[in-house]
């Protein structure tokens, strides 16, 4: 595509065009109506005028004869002006008048008629328009009265020559502004366009031209800039979770093939196979099992689940959740102490919030057992507890383990951060980061608070209650942040 | 039993049907949705296997056309797809479990048996009993060989569910399903250590006992005197 053509093809100068012969079209119609109302009006007149002094001098005639009139019309034809005379006898013979060498055919014309006279100029003769009327006399003499009409058709010309040049001057103005216009914005969108290429070709880091005007242009670079700041945020989140799942799902299957191969160069013996097979099992469903969160906190983030929610006491799924560990908490000599405020309504998927407190209750049991707390002087506790305030119901859950050190608070919510002191424990480190997911997805947030000593984590999401409810409609904005906003 | 299998991967279908004739079953194989509903209209099966994504007619359709017939044979529903909205999406197009892929072998065997006997009389009964083992519904009341057993009430639940199926084996998932309603998988092995508490109630001061784990599948309650 050339240059031309590209502009051709922009809306403003499709718009300047369209204007410019919209406007062209009501300039000739003005114009032209002008000029024929004008002609018109003249041509009426002078028609009149010329018909009343026919009528005068055919008078004249009847009542003082041919002589009267030819002295009459020589009279008139001495006075300086633009009116011409000729009166003829039968023969066609000039008697009197201003007006000479008339064509034969003028005679036998009727009425008004326009025609060319010959008239002495400086330099020699020259022609020039009339309108007359040919009258003839009683007695078989002719009587032409006219008007010399060079002055108004030269108006005319004039009139045509300025709305041609009129119309050509808007041309003109009209393409060359368009033009102007339509390279001024194409510049802009092209240097858009360019930087988008850019972009797409993979800087992610680039951004739109602005050029600070303000205008629509801007406001759209604007939003668009907008868009790729997301853009990119997600795909350094997504680089982020790769990275993550290169390392944590790719040691466990590297141990596993380790196993297989290891088992293959022992010597043949069902027993050794039989456990290395059932190892190898375990080793699968361990990476399923990673797998599988990872799977649920990407679809959390993507937003599903969102919908499928009902209006649950948040009390009683907190208490079901705990009612499930407390066997273990027993026989792992820790006490679970359960807190529960009577009635928290929230709007809410009971699988998601279940398995998100279930995560909550796992981790305290894990880190926060007898040895971890008596390290820290005390006996070891898990409460977990819910109340409201502020149109928000929280949960708490607390442990008296090691805790987690300001600094990572937010980092333990990333997806397989598993700080050094907790990798020896079962787990994927996933278990945060999905419960992160859902309280976003519940228009909720998860912090981390110091226990003295040991962690407390608490899950907020708004009351199921008038004006909460448009706050618990939110959904969360999909992907990406690892932190819950 | 006699199972049919509705699935498109030949080799899956190949592993299935040769497990389940191990387990003593009998097995038959439906490579699409289509041959499936045929074959599931023109025989009688104890339990239909289905395949949730399927060539020529989905596996969801497939259930729906079976209900329509007002063909209510059992279906086990397996699918890669194992968020909480795709399960209720299968069992509401009349799906009676729910299975994701990937799946041990011993929790498929042990849905699709219970499926096959939902419908034993035992199930409607206000009174289980399983050896000297007796579970009131009503009274929610348990007493073994006439000596009355305190329960919590998940663990009455636990054990009724147990009993409910005596005989058969149940998996930690199908207990976390059906007791609790959860459908998520807990990291710790929170059904170990219920199962050891029930089993603590009722089979500690008895020489025989009733609850029993099946390795590698999950746990079954039944008189071994018999």
């Known amino acids: 595509m050339t240059a031309l053509t590209k502009l051709f093809r922009t809306t403003t100068f499709r718009l300047s065009l369209t204007y410019f012969a919209l406007f062209s079209a009501a300039a000739i119609i003005a114009i032209v109506y002008l000029y024929w109302n004008t002609t018109v009006l003249l041509s009426r007149q002078l028609n009149q005028t010329i018909d009343a002094e026919l009528k005068g001098l055919a008078e004249q005639y009847q009542a003082g004869g041919r002589d009267q009139l030819v002295r009459i019309v020589a009279q008139r034809s001495r006075t300086p002006g633009n009116s011409l005379y000729l009166v003829a006898d039968r023969s066609e013979k000039q008697l009197a008048g201003n007006l000479s060498a008339v064509s034969p055919q003028l005679w036998d014309s009727v009425g008004p008629v326009e025609f060319f006279y010959s008239r002495p100029a400086p330099g020699g003769m020259e022609q020039r328009l009339a309108f007359a009327n040919v009258f003839r006399l009683p007695g078989g003499d002719r009587l032409i009265v006219g008007r010399d009409i060079e002055d108004r058709r030269e108006l005319s010309r004039l009139i045509r020559s300025t709305m041609l040049w009129g119309l050509g001057v808007m041309a003109l103005v009209g393409l060359g502004g368009g033009y102007w216009v339509s390279r001024r914005l194409l510049a802009r969108v092209d240097k858009l366009s360019a930087t988008t290429r850019t972009i797409m070709a993979g800087d992610l880091s680039r951004r739109l031209p602005v050029s600070g005007s303000g205008d629509e242009l801007d406001r759209l670079a604007e939003s668009l800039n907008l868009m790729l700041g997301r853009i990119e945020q997600l795909m350094a989140g997504m680089r982020e979770v790769s990275d993550n799942i290169a390392h944590d799902l790719k040691t466990p299957l590297n141990r596993l093939r380790n196993r297989v191969e290891e088992a293959l160069r022992e010597p043949p013996d069902e027993t050794t196979y039989r456990a290395a097979l059932e190892r190898t099992i375990e080793e699968a469903d361990g990476l399923m099992k990673t797998f599988n969160a990872l799977l649920s906190i990407a679809r959390l983030e993507a937003g599903a689940g969102g919908d499928d929610r009902d209006s649950l006491n948040l009390s009683a799924v907190v208490g079901d959740a705990a009612e499930l560990y407390e066997p273990v908490a027993e026989e792992r000599g820790i006490a679970l102490k359960v807190d529960l405020a009577s009635h928290l309504p929230v709007r809410g998927n009971r699988q998601l919030l279940g398995q998100a407190i279930a995560n909550l209750i796992d981790n305290a049991l894990k880190y926060g057992g007898v040895p971890a707390a008596q390290a820290n002087g005390h006996a070891s506790e898990v409460v977990v507890s819910t109340s409201s305030h502020d149109g928000l119901a929280e949960i708490a859950v607390s442990d008296r383990g090691p805790g987690v050190p300001e600094q990572e608070r937010e980092r333990v919510l990333s997806r397989f951060v598993r700080l050094e002191a907790s990798r020896s424990e079962p787990g994927s480190g996933l278990g945060l980061s999905l419960v992160a997911a859902v309280a976003r997805l519940h228009g909720g947030t998860v912090r981390l608070e110091d226990n003295e000593p040991g962690l407390r984590v608490v899950f907020s999401l708004p009351l199921e209650n008038g004006a909460q409810g448009a706050k618990t409609a939110v959904r969360p904005s999909p992907g990406g942040e690892l932190r819950p906003t | ?226």
């Open chain 2, 1 to 226: 039993m006699r199972v049919l299998v509705i699935e498109d991967d030949q080799e899956t279908a190949a592993f299935l049907k040769r497990a389940l004739k191990e387990s003593g079953h009998m097995a038959e194989h439906a490579a699409d949705g289509e041959a499936g509903l045929e074959s599931a209209r023109a025989n009688a099966y104890d339990v239909l296997i289905v395949d949730r994504m399927l060539p020529k007619l989905d596996g969801l359709d497939v259930i729906k056309a079976l209900r329509t017939d007002e063909i209510h044979t059992p279906v086990l529903i397996l699918s890669a797809l194992g968020e909480v909205d795709d399960r209720v999406k299968g069992l509401r197009a009349g799906g009676d479990d729910y299975l994701t892929k990937p799946y041990a072998f011993s929790e498929l065997l042990a849905r699709i048996e219970v499926l096959a006997r939902r419908t034993s009389p035992e199930e409607g009964s206000t009174r289980l009993s399983v050896g000297d083992l007796v579970l009131d519904r009503l009274s929610h009341k348990v007493t073994r060989a006439g000596e009355a057993i305190l329960l919590q009430p998940r663990e009455f639940r636990l054990l009724e569910y147990l009993m409910k199926h005596a005989g058969q084996v149940v998996t930690r998932t199908m207990l976390l399903e059906n007791v609790w309603d959860y459908h998520f998988d807990p990291q710790t092995n929170v059904i170990d250590v219920h199962i050891s508490r029930l089993r603590s109630k009722i089979d500690k001061n008895f020489e025989q006992p009733l609850l029993h784990t099946v390795r590698g599948a999950g746990y079954t309650i039944r008189d071994s005197a018999h």
